[in-house]
């Protein structure tokens, strides 16, 4: 398994790029199950997630094509015979979003077998409401061996009201809605960006939506559905990971090709911090203001402080002088990466939901373990300003979501270089 060696110290200096963002991607090249025609998706993030979901697209009879060449970042989609709608388990229990397929599978062909995703590092994270919602709209749905076997003639517009905010259940039930009949009435929908860019390319491919974007989403169930061609929103989440990446180093950094007003929470929670921000149309950038100085966040859907970017703050709050308190509201083990962050020489006691962060604590380099994607990044950014060289093992956890992270990372300075396994093992 690929391990980083990186050397703390350098403050990062320059112009870094943001991708495509993943949870954008994989929605919506799950939409292309919706038509028979072929859709084209750019600014794809080169990322594992995005080869699981081609495998799994591929898996059930589409042609797909993906390209990372210098004009590209781009994939061409199409699912003219979907000859095997089965999402097997083999590639579901490495990607929980696979269950992003359950309603446009259902919504095309009246058919779908998709494998229980099972539990993951962060939480149970269980699809209840994905399921609750397809059956509101007419799908029976059982489960077989571990597998979801669902079926619907066709699907009928529902009036829905989840009962918590989530993310995918909301995009995997818009998607199954565009093909319904008649009209569904969505409430206390997640109003994530994510959400609002896979709507667009829906609405490009014929769908009639209402409201993306905010607590209620009306749709208007059609016969059909097209193709087209849509641009991938940039990642929010890596864009705030490179802008705590410049806090926490006391660098002068320009995070590019990002959409700031999807920032707005981390923003002014680092302008909180002390940290110097300059916000321009597709960029940020991020410098020193002196000592950091500690602040409290609790994890909300957004508009609020992301999740996603928790672990990473937490690594920011280990350098700033004070106590900061760290909640999570949103998954129920989402410490993951405390223990790591204390054997650094970090200063954080939990209680139940609760991080406390007691800086500043110089941090040590050590030999830790990534155990899932935002945690990993958490100790990259740690590992940036400790002491000495620090190796980080199971990084392929950073590479299901960061494209190319350390040479980004490099380009502007951090000392990061990977390591292959001895055995070539991934
Ligand atoms: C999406 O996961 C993201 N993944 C996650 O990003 C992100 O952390 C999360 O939203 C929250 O923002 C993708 O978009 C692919 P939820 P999702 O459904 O949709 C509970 C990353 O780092 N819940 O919004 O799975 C659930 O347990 C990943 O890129 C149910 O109870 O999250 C959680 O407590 C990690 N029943 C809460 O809702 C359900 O049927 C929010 O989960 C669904 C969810």
Do not use: W
Not at 145 to 164: C, N, P, S
Not at 192 to 202: G, H, I, K, Q, S
Request: hydrophobic share 40%; net charge negative.
């Amino acid at each position: 398994m690929d391990k980083f060696v990186v050397r703390g110290g350098n403050p990062l200096l320059g112009t870094i790029k943001v991708s495509g963002a993943k949870n954008s991607a994989l929605p919506c090249m799950a939409a292309a199950i919706l038509t028979e025609d072929e859709v084209i998706l750019e600014n794809i993030p080169q990322v594992q997630d995005i080869e699981t979901e081609r495998k799994l697209l591929t898996s059930m009879g589409a042609e797909v094509e993906l390209g990372y060449g210098r004009a590209q970042h781009r994939t061409h989609i199409k699912c003219a015979i979907l000859s095997d709608p089965v999402a097997k388990y083999e590639i579901v229990k490495t990607m929980r979003a696979s269950s992003l397929v359950l309603g446009p599978l259902i919504a095309r062909t009246g058919i779908a077998r998709v494998a229980m995703p099972g539990g993951c590092a962060i939480g149970g994270r269980p699809i209840d409401l994905h399921i609750n919602g397809l059956e509101a709209m007419g799908a029976t749905i059982t489960q077989d061996h571990g597998y979801l076997e669902a079926r619907a003639d066709r699907l009928k517009g529902a009036h829905i009201v989840f009962d918590k905010i989530t993310v995918t259940g909301t995009e995997d039930l818009l998607m199954a809605a565009t093909l319904a009949e008649g009209e569904s009435i969505f409430e206390n929908c997640a109003r994530e960006p994510e959400v609002t860019d896979l709507a667009a390319l829906l609405i490009a491919m014929g769908a009639k939506i209402e409201g993306a974007g905010t607590g209620t989403i009306r749709i208007q169930g059609v016969a059909k559905l097209h193709g087209a061609r849509h641009r991938i929103n940039p990642d929010r989440i890596e864009a705030g990971t490179f802008l705590i990446a410049g806090a926490i180093t006391g660098g002068d950094l320009n995070v590019d090709c990002c959409e700031p007003k999807h920032l707005g929470a981390l923003i002014s929670k680092l302008e909180q911090c002390g940290v110097k921000i300059d916000v321009g149309a597709d960029h940020v950038r991020v410098r020193s203001g002196g000592e950091l100085k500690a602040a409290d966040i609790t994890t909300e859907e957004y508009p609020g402080f992301p999740t996603d970017m928790q672990a990473q703050y937490m690594a920011l709050a280990t350098q700033a002088e004070g106590t900061s308190t760290v909640i999570e509201n949103i998954f129920e083990n989402r410490f993951m990466h405390v223990q790591e962050l204390i054997r650094m020489g970090a200063n954080i006691t939990i209680s139940g939901r609760t991080a406390t962060v007691r800086g500043k604590t110089p941090l040590q380099s050590a030999a830790v373990m990534c155990s899932d994607l935002r945690a990993s990044a958490s100790l990259v950014l740690a590992a940036l300003v400790a002491d000495g060289e620090t190796i980080l093992d199971r990084v392929y956890h950073l590479d299901r979501g960061y494209e190319h992270f350390e040479e980004k990372l490099r380009g502007v300075g951090a000392q990061i270089r990977r390591m292959g396994d001895v055995f070539g093992r991934k």
